[in-house]
């Protein structure tokens, strides 16, 4: 897993921060499963590819009353760095409000799906 998706989501959080409709972001398939899971916890409206040889995510974001739904996110598994966490060393994310995305054997989890399954894995990020 390269660095990107760490410019995945520091371009979705600027492109809320600018208030744009969508973004554009380099394809790679965890970039989509990441895509895909923020769309199921309604933090994007929609996500797709598109190009044939150089493909690319098409990101439709989401506003609630004008604001972003996202409103920050912090990084945790870094290329130099990579953070590995036990399901049961899983908190809360700003009490509840947030969710924590990690990479596990069972696919990309939330925090919440990791506990169920007892599954640990690459804390990616926590965002909220």
């Known amino acids: ?11 979705l ?8 409709e969508e973004i554009v972001s380099p394809y790679s398939r965890l970039n989509e499963m990441i895509a895909k899971k923020l769309v199921s916890l309604g933090y994007i409206k929609s996500a797709e590819v598109q190009g044939e040889v150089r493909k690319n995510l098409i990101i439709k974001l989401l506003y609630k009353d004008k604001k972003p739904i996202f409103t920050d996110v912090k990084i945790f598994s870094k290329p130099g760095r990579r953070y590995y966490v036990s399901y049961r060393d899983l908190k809360p994310v700003l009490s509840g409000l947030g969710n924590s995305i990690i990479s596990t054997s069972k696919g990309l989890l939330t925090d919440k799906e990791a506990k169920k399954l007892k599954v640990g894995g690459e804390l990616l990020f926590n965002i909220w």
Not at 1 to 11: A, Q
Not at 13 to 20: F, M, Q, T, V
């Open 1 to 11: 897993m390269g660095s990107s998706y760490i410019d995945f989501i520091i371009r």
């Open 13 to 20: 959080k600027n492109g809320y921060l600018a208030g744009k």
